[in-house]
């Protein structure tokens, strides 16, 4: 079994910055895709963004494109959401998940393994 732990949520205003960071252990982080999905009270989860397994292309939702990062250090089996210029429609328990293939993906059936979500508070 995959474990993927996530951390760095928290408390944030408008304008803002947080990294949050996903821990994996349990297979070869260094052959999966992975991505990062958020959900909101009351609303569907939804994609957020993806690396492939090299950290040589990524992809990412319109609402967040020139304001996530997203990274991955294989070497420390880690991957990484840099969020900078947050908004309150930002707020959502961000979930980290892994891929079976090596590609990166933005949908939610490709990803096999989940975080527990980690929570990300923006105010305004």
């Known amino acids: 079994q995959v474990q993927l732990v996530e951390s760095g949520g928290g408390l944030v205003q408008a304008g803002g910055s947080l990294r949050l960071s996903c821990a994996a252990s349990?297979?070869?982080?260094?052959?999966?895709?992975m991505g990062w999905f958020r959900q909101a009270p009351g609303k569907e989860r939804e994609f957020v963004a993806t690396?492939?397994?090299?950290?040589?292309?990524?992809y990412y939702a319109d609402s967040v494109k020139g304001r996530f990062t997203i990274s991955r250090d294989n070497a420390k089996n880690t991957v990484y959401l840099q969020m900078n210029s947050l908004k309150p429609e930002d707020t959502a328990v961000y979930y980290c998940?892994?891929?079976?293939?090596?590609?990166?993906?933005?949908?939610?059936?490709?990803?096999?393994?989940w975080g527990q979500g980690t929570q990300v508070t923006v105010s305004s």
């Open positions: 998940a892994a891929a079976l293939g090596l590609s990166y993906y933005s949908s939610r059936g490709a990803y096999k393994y």
């Open positions: 349990g297979r070869t982080f260094s052959s999966s895709g």
């Open positions: 690396i492939n397994w090299s950290g040589g292309s990524t």
